[in-house]
């Protein structure tokens, strides 16, 4: 069953993150996801997360479509205009992508290649009423398709924002809304209090939440996240609770399944699973969350 109905049935949605690789080898790529096959629902692609280059989102859901497996394609704001990125959306059209996903994109000046100029023709609001336009038939000229794709389509969310950041997010969701989007994913959660504050505000019987579950790799990396990025908070407990574990990987492992299984156990739409580059642990958090 494609994403989109499961999202109208209202089940329980798992979607993986896997990252294409910096290289034109998607052997690895390949594999990991195999070990996934039939546990998620579709595999997200990032295009070119935190502005570091890797191979493109496109690319890497053409790799996942061949095999049978249900893919997430990432439009981003930060690096085409209108041309190409209509161009990347009837290409995934074409290639049998059924899945795609707005973002903003991370600052070049984050990245791996600073000087990067950042493009940002469209904004992501009109980004995502280009794809209602598609959809529609027509592109942004007003020229009509020979073809007209269709799409599952979500966006993003910071579940983290406070007062007035908080306003103007909910302000963009219903823009969102009625554009045509289905679900919203969040930024990494592991303050579960926290985040009931923010589902509070938002409608989820209009629009699907998935919230996202990071799999931490160290008490270091938690300690980071939880100083330096806003809108993420980590408790103490789980970044103490992992410098005390003999076995680190599998306290973080444990960390993320027992996530999910609290997200769900809310009543959310799904969940998110983000490994950031250990792909091959996703099996190893499903078991552990007896998905």
Not at 33 to 55: F, S, W
Not at 74 to 96: E, F, K, T
Not at 164 to 181: P, Q, W
């Amino acid at each position: 069953m494609p994403l989109k109905e499961k999202i109208v049935d209202e089940k329980f949605i798992v979607l993986g993150e896997f990252e294409p690789p910096k290289g034109a080898d998607f052997e690895s790529f390949v594999k990991d996801a195999n070990l996934v096959r039939g546990r998620v629902d579709a595999l997200v692609v990032p295009e070119m997360a935190n502005a570091v280059l890797k191979a493109s989102s496109l690319g890497g859901c053409a790799c996942l479509e061949r095999e049978g497996i249900e893919s997430v394609l990432q439009v981003c704001c930060r690096d085409r205009n209108r041309l190409a990125l209509q161009a990347d959306i009837l290409s995934a059209a074409a290639l049998g992508v059924g899945n795609i996903m707005a973002v903003s994109g991370v600052e070049t000046q984050f990245g791996d290649h600073p000087h990067s100029r950042v493009v940002n023709d469209l904004n992501l609001v009109e980004l995502i009423e280009t794809l209602k336009t598609l959809q529609q038939g027509k592109d942004l000229a007003g020229v009509e398709l020979r073809g007209t794709p269709s799409f599952s389509i979500g966006s993003t969310i910071d579940a983290g924002a406070t007062g007035n950041l908080l306003d103007i997010e909910m302000e963009h969701l219903e823009k969102m809304m009625a554009s045509g989007v289905d679900y919203v994913i969040t930024n990494p959660v592991f303050d579960l209090r926290r985040f009931e504050q923010f589902v509070k505000r938002v409608d989820t019987s209009k629009i699907a939440v998935l919230p996202t579950v990071l799999l931490l790799k160290s008490a270091g990396m938690a300690r980071y996240i939880d100083r330096n990025v806003r809108g993420i908070s980590i408790p103490q407990d789980t970044i103490r609770g992992i410098q005390k574990a003999p076995d680190k990987v599998q306290e973080c492992t444990r960390i993320a399944a027992e996530t999910v299984k609290q997200i769900k156990a809310m009543g959310m739409a799904g969940v998110l699973i983000s490994t950031v580059g250990w792909e091959s642990k996703l099996p190893l958090i499903l078991n552990e969350a007896q998905i």
